[in-house]
């Protein structure tokens, strides 16, 4: 049968493209990649530049002198965000650059590794989530998001108005004191030598409460009666209480340290609180000094200042401290069975709660004072 001419000169050119060269064929492949490539790389230039679009129009930032003196930090002049906007433009903050965004950041990434570090636990150990042995680690975890997560609201949202100041960095001080007895808890439970707890376990959780409570009553009290600039007792009103709550909740841990240390011994879980501590100490330094940027004022707006430091070494502080209680929990399971009873730590545990309750109320009375304070004020 005769076929078209048609059909014979396709027939051709299907057959020189199916003898293409190799390397002919490889040059073109990668020339496509590349192509695509291209194409990709100027999507991912633009990204920014959709996400900015596709975000409210953010205010800038302001200086010093365009807030009121309540949100003033010393020897941070700049990057300020204005007061008396919608809700919304506080929380899409969290994407614009400005003197808290590092603060906001540092505890959002911590509070994001404490969970996903603790779920890897959970998948790897197969956590028995209704035993009782389980329970202080639960409660752990919880305070330590808790406190995390209450402290990135705080320098995300105080900005909107002075109530709202007060408000956010009092939920702040009560994540603290319960972060503060969710740790005192695991040191008691699964971290504590021997000796150590022969002579303290009698009284050192209910004083492990007293002062976690303490310690957010303290601060709320300095923030509620001193006003800016700060004088040098509303530092000793926070710094005091929260320096005994940690002195009293890290004793089991120093204990186990020292012994461990001069023993030569070589467990894992005591390096991690060796850690915990050290990063505690540093931490701890840059909430009570503001250097660098006493040194430098105006250079460490956006970045540097010591806040800042605080939140990166209080942030590295957690998650070394959380490795050191896994590593406890999987290993030193027999002694805390011998030790303990189910009602014993059911008590202990709620404990817990009852601390949350009185931190909360306290919270709450100083933030009744503070917004008749301020009703007094406009009227």
Not at 124 to 143: D, I, K, M, Q, R
Not at 211 to 237: D, E, F, H, T
Request: charge should be positive; glycine fraction near 4%; proline fraction near 5%.
């Amino acid at each position: 049968m005769l076929r078209p001419l048609w059909a014979h000169e396709q027939r051709g050119r299907c057959g020189r493209q199916r003898k293409l060269h190799p390397r002919v064929a490889m040059t073109t492949a990668i020339l496509e990649r590349l192509s695509t490539l291209s194409v990709s790389g100027q999507h991912l230039r633009r990204l920014p530049k959709i996400l900015e679009d596709g975000l409210p129009k953010m205010p800038g930032t302001v200086l010093e002198t365009d807030v009121p003196q309540l949100f003033r930090e010393p020897y941070i002049h700049a990057g300020y965000r204005p007061t008396g906007h919608e809700w919304r433009y506080y929380f899409f903050s969290l994407f614009q650059k400005h003197n808290e965004v590092v603060n906001v950041w540092t505890h959002l990434l911590a509070a994001l590794a404490v969970l996903l570090r603790f779920w890897a636990f959970v998948e790897a150990e197969g956590l028995p989530w209704t035993s009782a042995h389980a329970l202080p680690l639960l409660l752990y975890v919880l305070s330590s998001i808790t406190y995390l997560t209450f402290s990135l609201l705080a320098h995300l949202l105080q900005s909107k108005s002075e109530l709202s100041h007060y408000t956010f960095y009092f939920v702040d001080y009560v994540g603290v004191s319960v972060y503060q007895y969710g740790s005192a808890l695991v040191h008691f439970f699964y971290t504590s030598d021997q000796a150590w707890y022969e002579h303290f376990w009698l009284f050192f959780l209910p004083a492990a409460a007293f002062c976690g409570w303490l310690s957010c009553a303290g601060c709320c009290y300095a923030k509620y009666r001193y006003c800016r600039p700060y004088p040098v007792m509303r530092k000793i009103c926070q710094v005091v209480p929260a320096g005994l709550a940690f002195i009293l909740d890290i004793s089991p841990v120093a204990h186990r340290v020292v012994l461990c240390h001069l023993s030569g011994c070589q467990e894992q879980a005591v390096w991690y609180h060796s850690l915990q501590i050290v990063f505690f100490l540093v931490s701890a330094y840059f909430f009570s000094c503001p250097v660098p940027e006493k040194y430098f004022p105006g250079s460490c707006d956006i970045v540097g200042h010591g806040h800042q430091i605080f939140h990166a070494f209080l942030s590295v502080c957690t998650l070394s401290q959380l490795e050191a209680i896994l590593l406890d929990y999987r290993g030193r399971q027999e002694i805390f069975l011998q030790r303990h009873s189910p009602l014993s730590i059911y008590m202990a545990c709620l404990s817990f709660f009852f601390l949350v309750t009185c931190s909360a109320a306290t919270a709450a009375f100083l933030r009744q004072k503070i917004k008749a304070r301020l009703t007094k004020k406009d009227s």
